[in-house]
């Protein structure tokens, strides 16, 4: 094997780690029989079921007890995934992720770079040192077909229902339902990406009781982010399916502009 191609083999490698979508469409059967090694790891020593065809990158940080993904589903380098995990069909966990706790996500959940779901937290009450106290898990259900993105943060608690999209950077601290577009910090409704009250066609939440619709807030431009301060046009966002696997932010690094306009 000569130098250039030990150096095509390493940036390969890193391509899949990053670009993990191509995995699917474009794994060598070496890769797969490495994947299919690392898998039989994480079986083993951290609760792993995989649902299907699927992929987590080694340079994924996978300490969990309970970890189960569902078909076509992957992790990018970089993602921290601790305790008790499961998605459904077709998720993308960005590079950078970092979820802990109890998360449940349904299908077709993208999970843009740096975002991270926190299923737990942890005791402060004023006369106990605060690291000494225990934590509480209430967890994290997130619907189908739901958009979060980059650098978001959503708190143990929140339920989101189907068909939502989180700005980039928002710090989502309760639950809101079907179609909502939410953003800032803490995150407040925006607008609908659907009319009050239109079902999901995906089945509704898994688990948890659908969260009561908020009313909208007043938008305040120095709480949310400049990209998420305006609604501007009435048009859909477009769906990560419309250019699968052409660039990250087409898997999950969503943009708070694009989630708006």
């Known amino acids: 094997m000569t130098d250039y191609d030990r150096k095509y083999r390493r940036w390969r490698k890193g391509r899949l780690d990053c670009l993990a979508w191509d995995y699917f469409a474009q794994a060598t059967p ?16 951290a609760g792993a079921r995989f649902d299907g065809d699927c992929f987590v990158s080694e340079k994924a940080e996978i300490y969990t007890d309970r970890l189960v993904l569902g078909p076509k589903s992957f992790v990018c380098g970089g ?5 008790n995990f499961e998605a459904g069909e077709d998720c993308c966990i960005g590079s950078y992720c970092h979820i802990a706790g109890k998360v449940k996500l349904g299908s077709f959940v993208m999970m843009g770079g740096g975002s991270c779901i926190f ?8 006369d106990s040192i605060m690291g000494k106290q225990p934590c509480h898990e209430e967890g994290v259900v997130i619907g189908n077909d739901c958009w979060i993105g980059a650098n978001a943060t959503i708190v ?3 339920t989101l229902g189907d068909h939502c999209i989180v700005a980039a950077g928002a710090v ?3 639950s809101f339902p079907d ?15 659907r009319p009050e009250g239109t079902p999901s066609f995906m089945g509704g939440s898994p688990e948890k009781k659908e969260p009561a619709d908020p009313a909208p807030e007043p938008t305040d431009s120095a709480d949310i982010p400049v990209e998420v301060a305006g609604e501007g046009s009435e ?7 419309e250019n699968p696997g052409s660039s990250v932010s087409d898997r999950g690094d969503l943009s708070a502009e694009e989630a708006t306009d």
Request: proline share 5%.
């Open 30 to 45: 070496e890769e797969r029989r490495q994947q299919g090694l690392f898998q039989k790891v994480l079986k083993k020593h």
């Open 172 to 174: 989502v601290t309760r």
């Open 179 to 193: 179609w909502s577009v939410i953003g800032g910090v803490p995150a407040r409704l925006i607008k609908r990406r």
């Open 235 to 241: 048009e859909e966002p477009g769906g990560a399916d």
């Open 79 to 83: 993602a921290i995934i601790r305790h």
């Open 119 to 126: 299923g737990f937290n942890h005791g402060m009450e004023p």
């Open 156 to 158: 143990d608690g929140v």
